[in-house]
């Protein structure tokens, strides 16, 4: 199994809720410590993560950021992602493929964007962004999908091809 697929599945680790989480750490703890049944997950990126923004803003609610949860797993591994085969996909209003090759990727606004090369045409140096909302692994072919958020187009499915 790849080191990213393997460091993604695993995040947070006992040792990273700990040191960078800090539960139980008063205004230290991270906002995005969440638990899922009996084990800590990040929800920075997900879907939660706007509507637990809004619940602390609300309700006064002081605790850190403490780091960019999974995004950061993906820029650490990135060298693991370079060259690898990237598609884009949507559905609507017709169903669209666009097929790239890896070259980097960058965080901000709680959001990892990565950067292919689509070849030739209108698209060749689209900029991606991706969402962990819905994000998942597999395993056959080994691969990293992600929900995908393209300003000024529809949202559709980005799969990385480890």
Known sequence: MSEIIEALRSF???????????PYCSKETCLF????GSKPKCALGSISAPIINVWAINRNVVLSRNCDGPFSVVVKHQGELVGKRVEYEINFPKKE??????????VGNEIVSIASNWGDG????R??????ANFCTQD????????????????GVTTVFL
């Open 97 to 106: 493929t666009w097929q790239g090759v890896f070259e980097k990727t960058f």
């Open 33 to 36: 410590l969440v638990m899922r």
């Open 127 to 132: 900029i991606i962004s991706l969402t962990f």
């Open 140 to 155: 056959n072919p080994p691969a990293l999908i992600f929900s995908t958020l393209l300003l000024r187009d529809m949202p």
């Open 122 to 125: 209108p698209n060749r140096n």
């Open 12 to 22: 947070p680790n006992e040792s990273h809720v700990n040191d960078v989480c800090k």
